[in-house]
């Protein structure tokens, strides 16, 4: 889970360096959202798969 980790902060652009607060949050929510595709396309095809880190790191 470390990589994911990793992976995710290198993606938001947040230091690995900085350990999160609470306080983060709003911040790391909205970096989420302009940064990682919201789609549901494999939902409505009915083809969604497991979450799992290695699906979440295609994602």
């Known amino acids: ?19 999160l607060e609470l306080e983060d949050l709003n911040t790391i929510i909205e ?3 302009k940064t990682i595709p919201f ?9 969604s798969s497991k979450i799992t880190p290695e699906n979440l790191i295609k994602k």
């Open 39 to 47: 789609e549901n396309l494999s939902i409505i095809n009915n083809s």
């Open 31 to 33: 970096k989420t959202a």
């Open 1 to 19: 889970m470390l990589n994911l980790n990793k992976l995710l902060r290198n993606r938001l652009g947040i230091s690995w360096d900085n350990e």
